[in-house]
């Protein structure tokens, strides 16, 4: 059954199977991609956007931890993590082939560091957040992806943008960002908001805002072509979810449930929205997902399936 709450509708939790620390990516196709850790191996499944998601058989595609994944309107699949015996970052590009397979690309270190995400748009430019291994440091990259070699033109050093942790950045096809992350003040953890746009030339991020939001932990959050964002935070008592824009900012946290660790959120140009999560216990790695239907704020749109 849906639930409706204050800002978004939700869909019915579905059950997919293992995993643990999941990432989701969607299209405006409505091409789903979720990557996840399964014992030291990286695995993937790709499903299509339906009133129900069939997801393609898990299919390994790396060793590591902490994976991110991202998809354009091409098909085309950037994927960040950290190696499972040390804390250097590596990037993978691939393509959605016939629709429920990825073709990868190989494996490419390209920093040392913790908390890897990355963002990608329609125009194959990519920007990518990390944290430091060693200190509550924040770092980017401005990119350009090359579907073709399966690669990714990175500068050569990153550029420090603020300090703190658990990065998350959000990209879309106007080159406006949103980027979230944790502080940590006398034992306290307090989130962050910051928007902006993405300099190009000069590959680097300029930001016109830094605004505290609420406390918690391990915020995500998505941004689509038409200035909408959804996040989404832990906090001890639940998951908590924020809806804004662009022009907005966004609005004060609500409680999204009880149960869930280690969410994310992915949101295309419909809107529709899927929200993954970790099973709230530590016993069963189990990643879950929810469909969540908006359409701009203040109007509605249930989700059918065409």
Request: charged content about 20%.
């Amino acid at each position: 059954n849906n639930i409706t709450m204050a800002g978004i509708v939700l869909g019915p939790q579905v059950e997919c199977g293992e995993g643990k620390t999941p990432s989701v990516a969607i299209n405006e196709q409505g091409v789903i991609v979720v990557a996840f850790c399964n014992a030291g191996n990286l695995e993937c499944q790709v499903g299509q956007l339906n009133s129900e998601i069939h997801f393609s058989e898990r299919a390994t595609y790396a060793k590591g931890t902490y994976p991110w994944i991202a998809i354009n309107k091409h098909n085309v699949i950037v994927e960040v993590h950290k190696a499972l015996d040390d804390d250097t970052l590596w990037y993978t590009v691939g393509t959605v082939e016939m629709g429920h397979a990825v073709s990868w690309g190989e494996c490419v270190k390209y920093d040392d560091g913790t908390c890897p995400k990355v963002s990608l748009n329609d125009q194959n430019t990519l920007v990518a957040v990390h944290q430091s291994q060693a200190l509550d440091t924040l770092w980017h990259y401005v990119g350009k992806v090359n579907p073709h070699t399966k690669t990714v033109l990175l500068p050569p050093y990153p550029t420090h943008y603020r300090d703190g942790n658990k990065p998350m950045v959000a990209l879309n096809n106007n080159n406006q960002i949103v980027e979230v992350h944790c502080q940590s003040s006398t034992g306290v953890n307090f989130l962050r908001y910051m928007m902006g746009e993405v300099d190009i030339e000069g590959g680097s991020l300029k930001f016109i805002n830094d605004v505290r939001f609420d406390g918690g932990l391990n915020p995500v959050i998505s941004l689509n072509n038409s200035g909408n964002i959804i996040e989404i935070h832990q906090r001890p008592d639940g998951l908590f979810y924020s809806t804004g824009s662009l022009k907005t900012g966004l609005s004060a946290s609500k409680r999204l449930g009880d149960e869930g660790r280690t969410p994310c959120i992915a949101m295309n140009n419909v809107p529709v929205g899927i929200i993954v999560l970790q099973s709230g216990t530590f016993k069963e790695p189990i990643w879950k997902y929810r469909l969540v239907y908006f359409k701009g704020t203040e109007q509605w749109k249930e989700f059918t399936t065409e």
